[in-house]
């Protein structure tokens, strides 16, 4: 899956290593610290309700900051230019913002605990347990992601065995997860974000000096690899051939919106960090506070991955370094002793951010939404509080057994755009029209959850994989999935509305547009918010915390950014 040349080890000393050392200590100080506000199992799943919103929005970030993404994008730099801002410009941003002024609403609002139990009031048990089954098994298969590309990274870079790497990382992240919950995973991940910005930086400042500048990095890469390297939408007209292998219709539809919608509006692992919030208005500039550090993060993982391009000719070459080297490469020639410790550290940190993001949310819906609806109900809270930590442990140790899963693919944000399209966009269309169409019937929605899952992996494994249709990489392939998951669900899901009951109209307040709660309060950014009221906290008015000025202008200075690169 990450396969990175032998002779990238780094030369780290006792400097380096201490600062690892710190780290850890750290870490688990944190958790510690975060253990004494854990009485009840609502302050270990989420936090007691009880965070500020610049704490969860950076949260938010962090746990979509794993290290496969600062490895694969630069990767994606490396291997097709500036087509990775696609990713975070429109395969983000829009989606972010929706969520955050659409659909915080209807999940904070409604007191659910897990994304899963919104589908529980919405739809039926049914749907309720298949979505919870999904996610969790999604859930253990990206944490292990995260856990062996960590070993493997770890094991060429620091000289590591695979399975040292795997113990280690994975005794810590159980450790203060199962210590101090989600405020101890959630604060933690604050701290891995500006660790791995100090990781980031250097390698950007240092490697631009190295190539002569902006200038001098895109003079070479015009010369090496064309102008249409360094444009966004360069050579994606619909039948022209790119490196990519994808239009830009496929661009915008299965990867802007039915891939991002999918991921940012139903993965639990993000919306946890927003459920954690102290009110709804805390809830909803979640994401739109995590939205503009997004739109940057893609320059600290484009640039070196475009500089790599640039001082190693051959770059993805058989027999060479390969894509997925560019930022250990950049690390061994750039970085002096000590800053090479923060980076090393901000790796690690990447790593473990993307693991406990999963295993929190895996344990918080296994707890919640399988165990205590289905196998053990109506227990006190100590008892969910405890199986809580167990089950955490059992998904580190599942997370073990999945990691060597993602040996069989060959990239690493292929094969995590591979799950979401079979995982998250399904769900996507179940949420989506569940919350727009009150006719939408009760059983509507496992049968739509059911047939996009199936659509998309069908369209993968045998369309595209036993070459049916061809289509030119795994990434096209991927929103291809996508796009064929949404429509399947979707058409399923009218079909077998047209045949079954809908839900009655008494019991879908607050749960789909235009059906308010008799309770119903006005939110910041003019859009209704189902739930019991709440005073607004002290300074939430202000005007710079309006949902839809910070939504709003999140997508202008994405689509700003876009410009320099379009033409």
């Not at 609502?42 to 600062?70: C, Q």
Request: with cysteine.
């Amino acid at each position: 899956m990450i396969t990175l040349a032998e002779g990238l080890r780094l030369p780290t000393n006792g400097l380096d290593y201490t600062i690892l050392a710190l780290y850890f200590v750290v870490v688990l100080g944190i958790g510690f610290a975060a253990r004494r506000s854990v009485r009840t199992s609502l302050d270990f799943f989420l936090s007691g309700r009880s965070l500020p919103a610049w704490v969860t929005g950076l949260a938010f970030v962090a746990a979509n900051l794993g290290a496969t993404e600062i490895l694969g994008m630069a990767a994606t730099g490396a291997q097709y230019g500036v087509a990775v801002v696609h990713w975070y410009w429109i395969g983000a941003i829009p989606a972010m913002v929706f969520l955050g002024l659409v659909m915080m609403p209807f999940y904070y609002g409604s007191k659910v605990r897990s994304v899963p139990e919104f589908l529980l009031q919405r739809f039926d048990r049914s749907a309720h347990l298949l979505s919870s089954v999904l996610f969790a098994f999604a859930a253990v298969l990206i944490a292990g992601v995260n856990l062996y590309a960590l070993s493997i990274v770890v094991e060429a870079l620091l000289g590591w065995p695979q399975w040292v790497a795997i113990v280690v990382a994975g005794l810590f992240v159980l450790a203060y997860i199962t210590i101090g919950g989600l405020s101890s995973a959630i604060y933690n991940e604050v701290l891995q974000f500006f660790v791995i910005l100090a990781a980031l930086i250097p390698l950007v400042v240092l490697g631009l000096k190295r190539v002569g500048g902006w200038g001098g990095l895109t003079d070479s890469l015009t010369a090496s690899h064309g102008h249409n390297f360094l444009t966004a939408w360069g050579g994606t007209g619909i039948g022209q051939a790119n490196a990519l292998g994808a239009n830009w219709l496929t661009i915008v539809l299965g990867l802007g919106f039915v891939l991002s919608f999918g991921y940012w509006t139903t993965n639990f692992a993000e919306v946890q960090r927003a459920l954690s919030a102290k009110n709804l208005s805390a809830a909803r500039r979640t994401p739109l506070i995590a939205a503009f550090p997004k739109i940057f993060i893609v320059f600290l993982v484009m640039i070196p991955g475009l500089v790599a391009a640039v001082l190693v000719p051959k770059l993805g070459a058989p027999g060479g370094l390969q894509y997925n080297d560019a930022i250990p490469y950049l690390m061994q020639e750039l970085l002096p002793n000590g800053v090479l410790g923060i980076a090393v550290t901000g790796l690690l940190a990447a790593f473990m951010a993307g693991m406990a993001a999963n295993v929190s949310s895996f344990n918080t819906v296994f707890t919640y939404d399988i165990w205590a609806k289905y196998v053990k109900r109506d227990r006190p809270d100590g008892y969910y509080l405890r199986f809580g930590r167990l089950i955490t442990a059992i998904g580190v140790l599942a997370s073990i057994g999945t990691a060597f899963i993602a040996s069989s693919f060959s990239n690493v944000m292929g094969y995590l755009q591979t799950l979401f399209s079979f995982f998250n966009v399904p769900m996507f269309v179940v949420f989506i029209i569940g919350m727009f169409w009150k006719r939408a019937s009760m059983k509507s929605g496992v049968w739509g959850l059911l047939a996009g899952t199936t659509a998309a992996m069908v369209n993968y494994f045998w369309i595209y994989k036993q070459g049916v249709i061809a289509i030119p990489t795994d990434q096209g392939a991927n929103f291809v999935s996508a796009i064929v998951g949404f429509v399947a669900g979707a058409v399923v899901m009218v079909a077998v509305t047209l045949f079954t009951a809908p839900k009655p109209a008494a019991e879908l307040a607050g749960l789909v547009w235009g059906s308010p709660r008799s309770n119903e309060v006005e939110s910041g950014g003019g859009t209704t918010a189902p739930g019991p009221a709440e005073p607004p906290a002290a300074g939430d008015d202000a005007w710079y915390r309006k949902p839809a000025l910070l939504g709003w202008g999140a997508v202008a200075l994405a689509a700003l950014c876009y410009l320099p690169y379009s033409l």
